[in-house]
Every structure is written in structure tokens, then in C-alpha cells.
């Protein structure tokens, strides 16, 4: 797992590029934008990436800072080390992107 330092305006991710890294918010805010037109935001505490990671390879929103951020960014190749030693993380981001890909 490593930091990543991301300015205001910046992209971390595009709709309908390929992703396998996780992303937890440490510090900032960002705009979620959707295929659908559908706008959100999210901040510290939260988390976006899962769906690409452990579903579908594609990402389904474009994520973009609203203000300077520090993510922590989980890469597939830390989070293949990781999970079977933490069985529950794995089944708490597959829910968390069920749950969000339903939407």
C-alpha cells in the first residue's frame, strides 16, 4: 500500500479505463461522475476503486479531486498478499461494490 499526493482538479480515475488499485481516502474530497449523468462526492473515510478491482476491470465513474488529497492506494498485487490473511476485507469491498454497481 502506498500514499498518493493528488491536487485540486486533478483526475484519479477515468469511466471506462481499466483499474485494479483500490483507493482509501485519507484526507480531501472528490466528485464522483457516473455514465448515467449521476454526480456524488466522497471524503476521508471512504473508498472508491472496488468495483474495478474485484468485479469488472473497468471502472464505472470518473473520480475527481475537488481539493488536494492524500489517498492511500492498494494495489492488486498488495491486496493478492493481503487477502488471505484478511478474508473480511476482501468480503467488505466485494459488498461495498455490489452494492454500489446495483445503483
Known sequence: MRELEVEAGATV???DGYGTSIYFIEQGEAAVLTDA???SYVGPGDTFGEIAALLTGQRTATVAARTPMRLLLL???DFQRIRARVPE???LLLRLGLERASR
Open 13 to 15: 480515475v477515468t469511466l
Open 37 to 39: 449523468g449521476d454526480s
Open 75 to 77: 494495489s492488486d498485487q
Open 89 to 91: 476485507l476482501e468480503r
